[in-house]
């Protein structure tokens, strides 16, 4: 059973694209829905939270549609520092662990 | 704010010996996590805890693994015998509480067994 489900790319993008990544997740009553960014051997790192009215902070976006059980992330106008893995994570209820997909793979190139 | 301490960073072993990996929250923090991340995979929840107690340790391996938070504050994660498949990193993370889930992350422990 796969709880959250990502593509794992590469995606490999020229600087100044945009970029959408999407993940899926299972169960239908989970409550809380994050992106987080994984630098290369490094720790991840919460991105941004995403809410159902849909949330933007900068060049990110983030949308939640709970009647699909799908989640993306947004990209705009992408930067070299961009390149990283980025972790889509659900929390199924109050008071449990974070549950994270496999983390989609973005390089972006000048 | 200092953040998750994690010890040692690297480890190398041989199959069947026995390891240690040491953890220390963000102060207050009263959730606890220990998550291993394999090469190419998302972290995956091994032990979470609340104070000194166990809230989730579903996925945890006792046969092999075993983890502690005695007085609710720093955490120790242990395999005996480590397995060649045990090779990953893990990763500590602490959240303010059951509620504030928002996780922060050590650096983690990369364990390689030989």
């Known amino acids: 059973r796969k709880e959250v489900e990502q593509d794992p790319g590469p995606f490999n993008v020229p600087e100044g694209a945009t970029v959408a990544f999407n993940c899926t997740y299972s169960n239908s009553a989970s409550q809380s829905f994050f992106w987080y960014r994984q630098d290369c051997r490094k720790e991840p790192k919460l991105l941004m939270s995403v809410y159902s009215s849909g949330n933007e902070d900068g060049r990110f976006t983030a949308q939640l549609n709970r009647a699909s059980q799908y989640i993306s992330l947004l990209i705009r106008d992408s930067k070299l520092s961009d390149s990283a893995t980025y972790l889509c994570?659900?929390?199924?209820?109050?008071?449990?662990?974070?549950?994270f997909g496999k983390g989609t793979t973005l390089s972006v190139s000048s | 704010e200092a953040g998750v301490a994690q010890s040692p960073r690297y480890k190398i072993i041989e199959k069947r010996q026995s390891v240690a990996f040491w953890c220390n929250p963000i102060?207050?923090?009263?959730?606890l996590y220990w998550y291993q991340q394999i090469l190419g995979q998302g972290p995956k929840l091994l032990i979470q805890f609340q104070n000194n107690g166990v809230v989730d340790d579903s996925q945890l391996p006792k046969d092999r693994f075993s983890a502690e938070r005695l007085k609710g504050v720093d955490s120790t994660l242990k395999i005996q015998p480590a397995k060649l498949e045990d090779s990953a990193v893990y990763l500590c993370?602490?959240?303010?509480?059951?509620?504030?889930?928002?996780?922060?992350f050590g650096q983690g422990t990369r364990l390689t067994v030989v």
């Open positions: 994570v659900v929390n199924e209820q109050a008071g449990t662990a974070l549950i």
């Open positions: 993370a602490s959240s303010l509480d059951l509620v504030n889930t928002e996780a922060f």
């Open positions: 102060s207050g923090h009263a959730t």
